[in-house]
């Protein structure tokens, strides 16, 4: 092949090359700001979702979109986290440390 052959191909493969790149780092960080989450459940009520992180108990009722931090003081990090199917206001959450069991009854708010 001579150079402009070389430098015509180079060129068709450099610009398909750009079109491949597409979608690469395309994810989005919309968790809330609490450490390391443990631990992400969604609610039978649209757009409500908790999450438990190294940082406390959290919900959203955007659909994940802006987070609300509902309790800090645990002892240590939550570890589990739960909704009642038969009552979907009725939340545990769980820590190793004494008290073992956190129960909210109006969906998480308190």
């Known amino acids: 092949m001579d150079g402009r052959a070389l430098a015509a191909l180079a060129a068709?493969?450099?610009s398909a090359s750009i079109d491949a790149s597409a979608g690469?780092?395309?994810?989005?960080?919309?968790?809330?700001?609490?450490?390391?989450?443990?631990?992400i459940v969604f609610s039978a009520t649209p757009?409500?979702?908790?999450?438990?992180?190294?940082?406390?108990?959290?919900?959203?009722q955007d659909g994940g979109v802006s987070w609300r931090l509902i309790k800090s003081d645990f002892f240590?990090?939550?570890?589990?986290?739960?909704i009642d199917p038969s009552d979907p206001n009725r939340v545990y959450t769980t820590d190793t440390a004494w008290p073992p069991l956190y129960v909210s009854t109006d969906g998480g708010s308190t």
């Not at 690469?24 to 443990?38: D, L, Q, R």
């Not at 757009?47 to 919900?59: D, M, P, S, Y």
């Not at 240590?76 to 739960?82: R, T």
């Open 12 to 14: 068709v493969l450099l």
């Open 24 to 39: 690469v780092n395309s994810f989005s960080a919309i968790g809330p700001t609490g450490g390391a989450i443990n631990k």
């Open 47 to 60: 757009n409500t979702v908790f999450t438990i992180a190294t940082g406390g108990f959290f919900r959203s």
């Open 76 to 82: 240590s990090a939550p570890s589990d986290f739960s």
